[in-house]
């Protein structure tokens, strides 16, 4: 049981060019999310998914889109990375009916944009 | 809509000392209270959390934390803290029941530094 995996885990991306991190749980949870970490400012909610093939926006979701087409992933996308998305980027997942609430989080990506 | 505020950004403290990190939050409705803690390069790990029911709740490694609705506080504590507790602690909310409660807002996070 890996729970809450994270690729890659490092990156860096000059201006204008995109990518996806790709983040995988083995938990069946319905729920996933993505943060992103910069200092002094906590975890920041990206976009997050309710169940498979749905997604919503968070608090900081611009220059940034998702997709959930299988339950057990959550990709994240940057089009076009500025400098201003360096930022460590967390994935999560949770079971609202099995663990009350908790969520269980990746190591992590840290992403770099020159 | 809810906010999370976090006191103190850094707290040094001495190796077999008592710890108390501060978390403060706001909201409209009923809320259910996190705290987690994240060891250098890791993900976020479920320290406790409060959901209902009695207001000190305990976690794992030693810590508890009591929850104050009157004063809308939910700070942490440690009676006796070890090197191995240094770590950036963070104290999040979500939002009572249905799909709020899933939605996490983080406060600023609190770096534990423990001296020898």
Known sequence: ?114 | AQSVTQLDSQVPVFEEAPVELRCNYSSSVSVYLFWYVQYPNQGLQLLLKYLSGSTLVKGINGFEAEFNKSQTSFHLRKPSVHISDTAEYFCAVSGGGGQGAQKLVFGQGTRLTINP
């Not at chain 1, 885990?9 to 201006?15: M, S």
């Not at chain 1, 002094?40 to 997604?55: K, Q």
């Not at chain 1, 968070?58 to 076009?80: A, H, I, T």
């Not at chain 1, 949770?94 to 269980?104: C, G, M, T, V, W």
Request: one cysteine or more; hydrophobic letters at 30%.
């Open chain 1, 1 to 114: 049981n890996a729970g809450v995996t994270q690729t890659p885990k490092f990156r860096v991306l000059k201006t204008g060019q995109s990518m996806t991190l790709l983040c995988a749980q083995d938990m069946n949870h319905e729920y996933m999310y993505w943060y992103r970490q910069d200092p002094g400012m906590g975890l920041r909610l990206i976009h997050y998914s309710v169940g498979e093939g749905t997604t919503a926006k968070g608090e900081v979701p611009d220059g940034y889109n998702v997709s959930r087409l299988k339950k057990q992933n959550f990709l994240l996308g940057l089009e076009s990375a500025a400098p201003s998305q360096t930022s460590v980027y967390f994935c999560a997942s949770s079971a609202p009916r099995l663990a009350a609430y908790e969520q269980y989080f990746g190591p992590g990506t840290r992403l770099t944009v020159t």
